[in-house]
């Protein structure tokens, strides 16, 4: 079995200091990120492979930026590529099977398809490391060590496909079956909607009770699982209300199959999933706990079968908080990040912790997004303090 023991940095993708919270490969030699403000709060917000070597980003200012991964050693990657038409937050970037369609959900309302494949567009250009500092801002910042300087780099400037305007609300997360031929996006009224993804078509939705947090939808369609939460805390009485909701919803019906909050009882958190993803065999539903707070159970993340809604196994976890999470395509590995700035590697089969790497702080440079590669020999992890990191995991 793989003990990923020299994984390795391939790459350090500059970008500007924020944080980046999502990401996904595209393709075989490019990917995609997203200009950020020093510290600010134009960060990235999510990340995909487009294939085996290139890697897609999106950010908090709308914008997708994409790198080709392959270059000659010793070289960094420059962008190629940047994605224009959102105008408001990005929240979650995908990549269909096929390597040609990438999908952005934004606080714009809007549902985007963009051609990953495309070598057209018009010419321009971002500035990579164009940090500043906000006025009035209070955080801690090294001022003993500069900045890096900024770098122009010339690019191709692309628009999308096509829009979708069915949510009338930010669309918060979006999930896609293996075929590509699904997609389940939802938004911050508790609209859930399921799409015909190639003919980009809604097929069917329903109403769930809060803002859905995070989303994922079973290997066979047939299953939507979604964490709903109350973003504001509410108070009555001096005591704090705040009642997160988790379910397992039919396609079919738009009917809740599980309550997984009254399934888990104890085990639940006492606030949202920040990530939910099914296992590749769709034999488990992984879901973390991403909100900070001071509860021994921040960070920790549950194996759930799917069938029933009970735990499997509880992991660990990121002790103030996980924010991503992703199944190895080898199905016997789950990868997590969180706001400890580690990356961790669990089997499967035990529970046990394979494999972590990053220092631990428990402030700072969160690790907010992490993606692998088709073939699993990639992985893209993205922190706050604005860099993409491209490791190597094999043996």
């Not at 069917?204 to 504001?232: E, M, N």
């Not at 707070?293 to 976890?317: H, S």
């Amino acid at each position: 079995m793989n003990d990923f023991a020299n994984a390795k940095v391939l790459h350090t993708l500059p970008w500007n200091s924020a944080y980046i919270t999502s990401l996904a490969l595209i393709g075989n030699d490019q990917a995609r990120g997203q200009r950020e403000g020093f510290r600010g709060s134009a960060y990235i917000t999510s990340l995909a492979f487009i294939g085996n070597d290139r890697v897609a980003a999106s950010s908090k200012n709308g914008d997708i930026l994409i790198w080709n991964l392959a270059v000659p050693a010793g070289k960094t990657p420059d962008p190629v590529r940047r994605l224009v038409g959102h105008t408001n937050e990005i929240n979650r970037i995908l990549v269909t099977p096929d390597g040609r369609t990438l999908i952005s959900v934004s606080n714009d309302h809007t549902v985007k398809y963009w051609d990953a494949t495309s070598d057209q567009g018009e010419p321009g250009s971002v500035v990579l490391n164009d940090g500043f500092l906000p006025k009035g801002q209070t955080e801690k910042v090294d001022t003993k060590t500069p900045p890096p300087p900024p770098i122009e780099v010339k690019l191709i400037v692309q628009k999308p496909l096509r829009d979708l305007t069915n949510h009338t609300e930010w669309v918060m997360d979006l999930a896609q079956t293996p075929d590509g031929k699904t997609l389940v996006t939802g938004d911050d009224q508790g609209v859930i909607i399921v799409w015909d993804l190639p003919a980009g078509k809604e097929r069917r939705r329903w109403q769930a009770t809060q803002w859905i947090a995070s989303l994922g939808i079973s290997p066979d369609g047939r299953t939507v699982a979604a964490s709903q939460h109350t973003p504001f805390i509410r108070f009555k009485d001096g005591l704090e209300i705040y009642v997160p909701q988790f379910h397992l919803w039919d396609v079919e019906s738009g009917q809740s199959k599980l309550d997984l909050r009254k399934v888990l009882g104890k085990d639940f958190p006492r606030e949202a999933m920040s990530a939910v993803v099914y296992s590749p065999d769709g034999k488990w539903l992984a879901a973390a706990h991403g909100r900070l707070g001071t509860e021994k159970t921040q960070g920790k993340i549950l194996l759930i079968d799917p069938a029933t809604g009970n735990k499997i196994r509880e992991l660990a976890g990121h002790p103030v908080g996980t924010n991503d999470l992703a199944f190895h395509p080898d199905g016997r590995h789950l990868f997590s990040c969180g706001r400890d700035q580690m990356i961790k590697i669990w089997n499967l089969d035990d529970g046990k912790l394979v494999r972590d790497f990053g220092k631990f702080a428990d402030r700072g440079v969160w690790i907010s997004a992490i993606s692998i590669s088709p073939d699993g020999r990639l992985l893209a992890a993205a922190d706050r303090a604005g860099q993409v990191l491209i490791y190597s995991l094999t043996t």
